[in-house]
T-cell receptor
Framework: EPEVTQTPSHQVTQMGQEVILRCVPISNHLYFYWYRQILGQKVEFLVS????????KSEIFDDQFSVERPDGSNFTLKIRSTKLEDSAMYFCASRTEGNTIYFGEGSWLTVV | QQQVKQSPQSLIVQKGGISIINCAYE??????FPWYQQFPGKGPALLIA?????SEKKEGRFTISFNKSAKQFSLHIMDSQPGDSATYFCAASKGSARQLTFGSGTQLTVLP
């Protein structure tokens, strides 16, 4: 069964450093998302991406965050200058024209 | 208005029992209501979903009941099994981007 794949599975970074989280969405999907989940809390929407541009973003997705689809298969989330509160599990997700959103297994980011 | 409220926070059920998790929403623009199951260290996986023109949907042991006038929906897990022990999130989506707004999650434990 096709799946959303994410790398790295776990990354530890120093506060203030840049981090790039990578995702390969399911191949025929058109809509791409990043969500995050702080330990023990609910899953929160960050950003949606369609037709090579951001379609929606949440208040969390401030100027420190950016997304890119550099080569037609990868979808990346960049955090420019990480803060302690950015420590969370980051999920990439994708869907076709239908409603069902498929999630990857997540990238656990620890900022120290 | 964008919130989805979920209860209970945790639930313990004996094997073979019925697990019931409830959610309520405020925004009547929501038009798709999925339930996701999440195991520790994994991404959310779609379990079952419903649209507001249907009052009930059943898939195997899992049933969604939907009350449009009350703006509430619930997940019923019949004949609960220890393998059902996980965190369950209700969610809602709307609009063209269809990003999900998640409830706060219910940690279900099914005792053998």
């Amino acid at each position: 069964e096709p799946e959303v794949t994410q790398t790295p599975s776990h990354q530890v970074t120093q506060m203030g450093q840049e981090v790039i989280l990578r995702c390969v969405p399911i191949s025929n999907h058109l809509y791409f998302y990043w969500y995050r989940q702080i330990l023990g809390q609910k899953v929160e929407f960050l950003v949606s991406f369609y037709n090579n541009e951001i379609s929606e973003k949440s208040e969390i997705f401030d100027d420190q965050f950016s997304v890119e689809r550099p080569d037609g298969s990868n979808f990346t989330l960049k955090i420019r200058s990480t803060k302690l509160e950015d420590s969370a599990m980051y999920f990439c997700a994708s869907r076709t024209e239908g409603n069902t959103i498929y999630f990857g297994e997540g990238s656990w980011l620890t900022v120290v | 208005q964008q919130q989805v409220k979920q209860s209970p926070q945790s639930l313990i059920v004996q094997k073979g029992g019925i697990s019931i998790i409830n959610c309520a929403y405020e925004n009547t623009a929501f038009d798709y209501f999925p339930w996701y199951q999440q195991f520790p260290g994994k991404g959310p996986a779609l379990l079952i979903a419903i649209r507001p023109d249907v009052s009930e949907k059943k898939e195997g042991r899992f049933t969604i009941s939907f009350n449009k006038s009350a703006k509430q929906f619930s997940l019923h897990i019949m004949d609960s099994q220890p393998g059902d022990s996980a965190t369950y999130f209700c969610a809602a989506s709307k609009g063209s981007a269809r990003q999900l707004t998640f409830g706060s999650g219910t940690q279900l434990t099914v005792l053998p």
